[in-house]
């Protein structure tokens, strides 16, 4: 899917910091540019849904989708858990693990432990959940709605 949303600009819709092993304290920084799309484009409003359930990979996508101008990001901080995964295993078999990357968008906003970038944060309420609604989808609805009233 990710190959139809034009990102709109050059930029890199990520960076990221790696160690270099041999030099305990050094990192090196590399941005993460993804490729354009070169055949059938998207180009109308992208409304991206996210909270707590989104984390790795999902949030690097959600980097790629807001590369394009004309995106929305709603809902709640994500797990903030981008990057790569080292294992380890301590005493009694209990396992551990932590990313080796620092991630983070162009602009050094810190997706580690932080989440993606939220336009309008929105999360679920109490009474929302009795009356059955998702206000979250609402809100996003609202919003679509709202800019194709524009047009």
């Known amino acids: 899917i990710l190959k139809y949303i034009p990102s709109g600009n050059t930029e890199p819709s990520a960076c990221f ?24 484009k998207y180009n109308d409003l992208i409304v991206v849904l996210v909270n707590e359930m989104t984390q790795s990979y999902a ?13 929305i990001t709603i809902g709640s901080q994500s797990a903030g858990a981008n990057g790569n995964i080292s294992e380890f295993i ?10 080796g990357l620092g991630w983070y968008y162009p602009d050094g906003w810190v997706v580690n432990r932080q989440g993606v970038k939220i336009d309008h944060e929105v999360r679920p309420t109490l009474e929302g959940v009795r009356e059955g609604r998702d206000e979250v989808l609402e809100t996003a609805l609202n919003l679509i709605e709202a800019n194709t009233e524009e047009e």
Request: proline share 9%; net charge negative; glycine share 8%.
């Open 17 to 40: 910091t790696y160690p270099v092993f041999v030099l305990p304290g050094v990192f090196i920084i590399r941005n993460q540019s993804y490729p354009t799309c070169d055949g059938e």
């Open 90 to 99: 301590l005493p009694r078999g209990v396992l551990g693990a932590f990313s």
């Open 59 to 71: 949030e690097t996508c959600v980097q790629i989708i807001q590369s394009n101008n004309n995106t």
